[in-house]
């Protein structure tokens, strides 16, 4: 009976457990889009379908940046109050400060470095780039110089440098800032009338640009070289960008009001709109370790795509993938950083390249969320939501699909420990078992 009892107790208490691991009102991997027409947030699930608006009765007024912490908590520009707000991991408003009041109105973006110290970028501003902490405590400025005004995105390299994007017609292009003294270190990207905005660095240190002008998205490589640019008819100023943990590109169309999906290597997939989003702004995914940013282990860091990642990526050992096979926009002539990290054709690549259209998945069993977006065995399939299979590689970009979150094998592990506990209760007192050990990895 105690130990039937202490079973069924075990079961109980990882029910309880599991419970509290999805207690934050944020999902991992959740894409959340600052919904500027709407004056809310826009949070869609990992397969990009919609799930709820959030923060309604705020009196959010044309809102822009976001940046999470580990704990959960989210901090939001509010661009025309001129205000930063820190909601808790249930949604609730726990800190709110003015920007006004640092010489820093218009809030653009924010930005978390490695210590939990908070950047935030300015459009128009008066050339300050300030820093906080978590409470909206002023630490110092980054930059004070009017150099700096008509800032667009605030963001971190793998290297913890600070990069500045200019939303102007300036030309003054992308600046790379030491972290400790706002000593500029690099500028690229140098065009008139750019108007660069949002910016988003992968695992290799490549910095994808979006190029509001443009209609388009410059990527940089990790020396700051131009490498390539991709757009899609339709693609109408576009705004915020994210990578997913399994390397799709998410850009916000802020003038066409929609979400378009690319593969790493530029290659257009689908686009999705949403009832009520009106001028998407900026995008962020939950529980993301952002490159330069937290060192948390239970955060999912940004993905390489070059196939070393555990959930994604292109896979070397297939067939094309190292080769420089681009036809356009998938790298810069095979070159070897290209040939390891770009990988295929922007028509798929060879047969072998990042998973072969004929073995990266089946259709299935559903229709695509967007007209031509069915996953087929020529596309190679995209997850379950777009019509690919459950394994397999992901639209032919390589990208594995998802891994169950870290919290299933801890469960696994405490329920296993709690019921050797019961078993070694119930043995005879004379026998000694040897000790049950586990090791959280």
């Known amino acids: 009976m105690r130990f039937r009892s202490l079973v069924l ?18 999902e991992k991997r959740h894409v959340f889009i600052t919904n500027r027409g709407g004056n809310n947030i826009v949070e869609l699930d990992d397969n990009l379908v919609f799930v709820k608006t959030w923060f309604d009765a705020e009196g ?11 704990t959960g908590r989210l901090y939001v520009a509010d661009t025309n109050h001129h205000r930063v707000l820190g909601f808790d991991e249930n949604g609730a ?15 653009e973006a924010l930005n978390f470095d490695k210590k939990g110290i908070l950047y935030a970028s300015s459009n128009a501003g008066d050339g300050r780039v300030p820093r906080f902490d978590m409470a909206g405590t002023f630490q110092s400025y980054l930059v004070n110089d009017l150099s700096y005004s008509n800032l667009g995105n605030v963001n971190f390299t793998l290297q913890g440098h600070v990069i500045l994007s200019d939303f102007s017609a300036a030309g003054r292009g992308i600046r790379e800032l030491d972290a400790t003294n706002g000593n ?28 509001f002008s443009k209609n388009e998205v410059a990527v940089f490589s990790p020396n700051r070289a131009f490498e390539r640019s991709f757009t899609q008819a339709g693609l109408l100023n576009p705004t915020g960008i994210v990578i997913t943990h399994d390397c799709r590109v998410l850009v916000a169309s802020f003038n066409s009001n929609e979400i378009y999906v690319f593969k790493h290597d530029g290659t257009f997939v689908e686009k999705h709109a949403y009832p009520g989003m009106t001028l998407p702004e900026s995008l962020a995914i939950a529980g993301q370790r952002l490159p330069g940013s937290f060192e948390d282990p239970g955060m999912e860091p940004v993905p390489k795509c070059d196939g070393t990642d555990p959930d994604g990526g292109v896979d070397p050992t297939d067939g094309g ?39 990266g998945g089946a259709a299935g069993a559903g229709p695509g969320t967007d007209s031509g977006a069915d996953a087929t065995a ?4 995209a997850g379950a939501s777009h019509g690919g299979t459950a394994t397999g590689d992901d639209s032919g970009c390589g990208c594995r699909t998802s891994a169950p979150g870290p919290h299933v094998g ?27 050990r586990s090791r959280l990895s």
């Not at 107790?9 to 944020?26: D, K, M, N, Q, R």
């Not at 660095?201 to 640009?209: H, K, N, P, Q, Y």
């Not at 020529?378 to 399939?381: E, K, L, T």
């Not at 801890?410 to 040897?434: I, N, S």
Request: one cysteine or more.
């Open 410 to 436: 801890w469960l696994a592990l405490t329920l296993a420990g709690l019921l050797a506990h019961a078993t070694r209760r119930r043995r005879p007192r004379h026998k000694k078992p040897g000790a049950v």
């Open 93 to 107: 408003k726990v800190v709110e400060w003015s920007m006004a009041s640092n010489s820093a109105p218009s809030v």
């Open 184 to 211: 500029l270190i690099a500028t690229f990207g140098v065009e008139m009338g750019l108007y660069q905005e949002d910016m988003f660095v992968d695992g290799t240190d490549r910095i994808f640009v979006s190029q």
């Open 9 to 26: 107790g075990s079961v109980c208490l990882s029910a309880a457990l599991l419970a509290s691991l999805h207690a934050s009102a944020y």
């Open 60 to 70: 959010l007024l044309s809102p822009n940046g976001m940046a999470f912490t580990p």
């Open 321 to 359: 993938a190292e080769a420089g096979q681009d036809s356009g926009q998938g790298g810069s002539g095979g070159t070897a950083l290209d040939a390891s990290q770009d990988a295929t054709s922007d028509q798929g690549g060879a047969a072998g390249a990042a998973g072969a259209a004929a073995t």
């Open 378 to 381: 020529g596309s190679g399939g």
